[in-house]
């Protein structure tokens, strides 16, 4: 009778965790969901940035017109190409559309955020990993790069897959050990297969990694090194097979511009030239979450962690963080592998900081006042327009509509954190504090980008091409596109239907009637060519043009 009832408690237990697992991961790709594909349909609130979406939108397209997917450039390509695939793959189903090119990414966010959930779930309460997941969809940066066309977050799910598999084969290793073999040769397949993606950036996780995977070693030895380097070995093949072809095809250039690129990238300009930018990139475009983490992160030295924690949560951060600093290269979405630790380490915050009952208190307090100080200069900011919020990056018109929902953004945060300093301080209020202003946060900035007042920065490009008038000719005929800026040819290869590149004479091609050239030209062009080039249409720096024999 006594083992009945025990089996019964255990499997209530069961049962009960399992549906707590499955409503957590249900909001959280309800929310990931809400931030990543709010209306990332919409043709007319969407248009690709000329840098670096259109390239990689573009490449991909190219990829299907001359069906090569390994080698379809004129030159040696700098990147491996995996990170073009899922792109034309998307596009290949959906046709070439904002939306297709920029799926892949969406889809790899709300991944990410399930398994920090995961991840999270080997150290972490519930309540804790949760807010872990639901705060890394509230960085601006990482949503901007959720509705983005590039490689970034496909890269970064590879590495989150190959740490939580690592984490779960050690953790089962004792009842499990056939399992955990799997998982490790898992582990090692996504952290290789991650090179095909982002080629040579592999090195800052890798390196970020080194003392989990040191971890691993001392603790299973060589059945661990075995398993992982196997599945390095398999992960590996996309990249030897497409390499090899470049190889054939381009012979050693390939390869050295590959190594090249890593190079300059790394130290080919001033080192220490991060020192400022990401640390102020981190604070500005992770806030909620960087508020939390700088009022909270002693709580994480002074309660008792094992080394596989410290080297997960404390480790990979400080890595990576020093290795940006030191590189020669100032790019936003390197900074974008940190995100998710940033958010697990937030988690760990919300977790261990009631152990110190007295700091963990006057860690909350401090937070919640410093949300109630931004959230007032925000309503500042934004009634009075002390800045001209039209000018902030990827913003384009309708001020006043920015305004507004900056307004009940801050309003709203204002209020939560002055309820919350006004309660009693506990965990579980602290932690549902957390989710509501991460939750306002997201819908904001959601609705902002579904609308296209965030990250449609080219809207009046794309409209210039879809008027009446132009739009009959694009989709009728093979545009010249003639000494245009890198820029503007590069949305072009995308938008237009048929095109070719001509930077020699504007007469060669004569089979295209119609040209696309720099609108600084233009006066040359009609005094030189009076009778042979008429303008139907310009827009900012491009003009088209009708050219007759």
């Known amino acids: 009778m006594q083992i009945i009832q025990k089996t019964k408690a255990f499997l209530d237990q069961l049962n009960l965790r399992i549906n707590t697992l499955n409503i957590n991961i249900i909001l959280i790709i309800l929310v990931s969901s809400i931030s990543s594909f709010a209306g990332i349909w919409d043709d007319s609130s969407q248009s690709l940035t000329a840098h670096d979406e259109s390239l990689y939108a573009g490449r991909a397209k190219l990829m299907l017109e001359s069906n090569d997917f390994f080698t379809p450039f004129d030159n040696p390509h700098h990147k491996t190409v995996g990170s ?7 596009m290949k189903v959906l046709g070439y559309t904002e939306a297709s090119a920029r799926l892949p990414s969406s889809l790899a966010s709300i991944i990410c955020c399930v398994l920090v959930y995961k991840i999270g779930r080997q150290f972490l309460t519930s309540n804790a990993s949760l807010c872990s997941a639901i705060l890394l969809p509230t960085m601006p940066l990482w949503l901007q790069y959720s509705r983005y066309s590039s490689p970034d977050l496909i ?55 080194l003392p989990c995977l040191y971890h691993s070693y001392n603790k299973f030895g060589s059945k661990f090194i075995r398993s992982f380097v196997i599945g390095i070995i398999i992960g590996a093949i996309p990249s030897v097979v497409s390499i090899s072809i470049a190889f054939d095809h381009y012979g050693i250039e390939s390869i050295y511009r590959l190594l090249d690129f890593a190079h300059k990238k790394a130290v080919g300009g001033q080192l220490l030239k991060g020192f400022k930018f990401y640390p102020l990139t981190v604070m500005i475009l992770t806030y909620p979450a960087s ?52 958010s697990l380490l937030c988690g760990a915050i919300i977790d261990y900081a009631p152990k110190i009952s007295i700091r963990y208190r006057r860690t909350s307090i401090l937070i919640a006042i410093t949300v109630t100080l931004i959230s007032f200069v925000i309503l500042i900011i934004a009634t009075y327009s002390l800045i001209p919020i039209s000018n902030l990056p990827h913003l384009i018109d309708n001020q006043e509509l920015i305004s507004r929902r900056i307004i009940i953004w801050g309003s709203t945060s204002l209020i939560i954190s002055l309820t919350f300093l006004t309660s009693k301080i506990d965990i ?122």
Request: charged share 10%.
């Open 428 to 549: 579980l209020n602290f932690s549902k504090y957390i989710l509501i202003i991460s939750l306002i946060q997201i819908s904001i900035l959601a609705s902002l980008y579904a609308e296209g007042y965030m990250g449609n920065p080219n809207n009046k490009f794309k409209a210039f091409l879809e008027q009446s008038n132009i739009h009959k000719i694009v989709n009728t005929n093979q545009i010249n596109l003639y000494r245009l800026p890198t820029k503007d040819q590069s949305l072009l290869k995308f938008y237009l239907p048929s095109y070719s590149i001509n930077n020699s004479s504007i007469f060669s091609h004569l089979r295209s009637s119609y040209s696309i050239v720099p609108s600084n030209i233009i006066n040359d062009l009609l005094n030189r060519y009076p009778n042979n080039v008429y303008t139907i249409d310009s827009y900012n720096r491009i003009t088209l043009i009708k050219i007759v024999e």
């Open 291 to 342: 508020i939390l983490v700088l009022f909270g992160f002693t709580s994480i030295f002074n309660s008792k962690n094992d080394a596989r924690f410290l080297s997960i949560f404390i480790g990979y951060p400080a890595i990576v963080f020093s290795i940006l600093i030191f590189i020669s290269t100032n790019h936003i979405h390197y900074s974008l592998s940190l995100l998710p630790f940033i």
């Open 155 to 209: 890269f970064i799910c590879c590495i989150l897959f190959s740490l939580y598999f690592l984490l779960k084969a050690n953790s089962i290793y004792i009842n499990y050990p056939n399992f955990s073999f799997i998982l490790w040769h898992l582990s090692g397949f996504f952290i290789s297969l991650s090179f095909i993606f982002r080629s040579f950036m592999i090195a800052l996780p890798i390196i970020g990694l």
């Open 84 to 90: 073009y695939w899922l792109i034309a793959l998307s």
